[in-house]
């Protein structure tokens, strides 16, 4: 953290802003803790809107839900119980987040950092909700506890990279974004045929040829 200026400039605020949304999408917990110790460790300076992620209290309410939701995410099928119960709650926790990383442009800036969040953890969620519950269409766990590990892994440096660097940080998301539109058509098309195959036990069967009359 030693590359952070301890204040964020423009280019910092809006891949923090992005940052938040799109984090919110995968790790809502871990993106309002790791944003919250961030300023309560002073490595920088939080935009008035996110100062109270870093309040002791608040750190740890993240911190537990953080605790909770690595564990969650680590058994088949919880996990995917857990995403379908969180699309209520990250999306706009997404907007709302960017919302306040920027809301001190004025609220017109306030208005479009929401509509950009939520956009993007609405993306970011679905994608993985995809990815998930087609990686419990395996038998095995550990599949499963590879993506999330991997998931975690990939909050983290996502993060640290829209404080540190916001440009390669841009165009980080930029190709994150393209994957994960790619993967939702994959992947839903990938789902909708095993459901078709668990419902139609018949279906995909190619019918025997008939013998042609001599």
């Given amino acids: ?15 923090l ?7 919110s999408g995968i790790r809502l917990y871990a993106a309002l803790f790791i944003a919250g110790a961030s300023g309560f460790l002073g490595w920088v300076d939080l935009p008035a809107g996110l ?3 870093q309040h002791p209290a608040a750190l740890w309410a993240s911190g537990l839900m953080v605790a909770v939701e690595f564990l969650a995410d680590k058994v088949p099928l919880v996990d995917s119980l857990w995403d379908t ?11 709302a987040l960017a919302a306040a990383a920027l809301g001190a442009e004025g609220p017109a800036v306030a208005w479009v950092a929401a509509l950009l969040g939520g956009s993007l953890a609405a993306t970011a969620h679905t994608a993985k909700l ?7 269409t395996s038998p095995e766990p550990f599949s499963n506890m590879g993506v999330s590990l991997a998931e975690d892994g990939f909050v983290v440096f996502m ?56």
């Avoid at 030693?2 to 423009?10: G, I, Q, S, T």
């Avoid at 802003?17 to 984090?23: F, Q, V």
């Avoid at 119960?85 to 907007?95: K, N």
């Avoid at 994957?179 to 279906?203: E, K």
């Fill in 159 to 214: 993060l640290w990279l829209a404080f540190a660097y916001p440009l390669w940080f841009a165009v980080a998301l930029a190709l994150t974004l393209v994957v994960a539109v790619v993967l939702i058509v994959v992947l839903f098309r990938f789902l909708r045929a095993v459901v078709r195959r668990l419902t139609d036990p018949t279906a995909g069967a190619r019918p025997r040829p008939r013998k042609q009359d001599v």
């Fill in 17 to 23: 802003a992005a940052a938040l949304g799109w984090a």
């Fill in 85 to 95: 119960a969180h699309t209520v709650i990250r999306i706009p926790a997404g907007a």
């Fill in 51 to 53: 100062q109270v992620l």
């Fill in 130 to 136: 995809a990815t998930r519950a087609a990686v419990n």
């Fill in 1 to 15: 953290m030693d590359v952070l200026a301890r204040l964020l400039d423009a280019p910092q605020l809006l891949a």
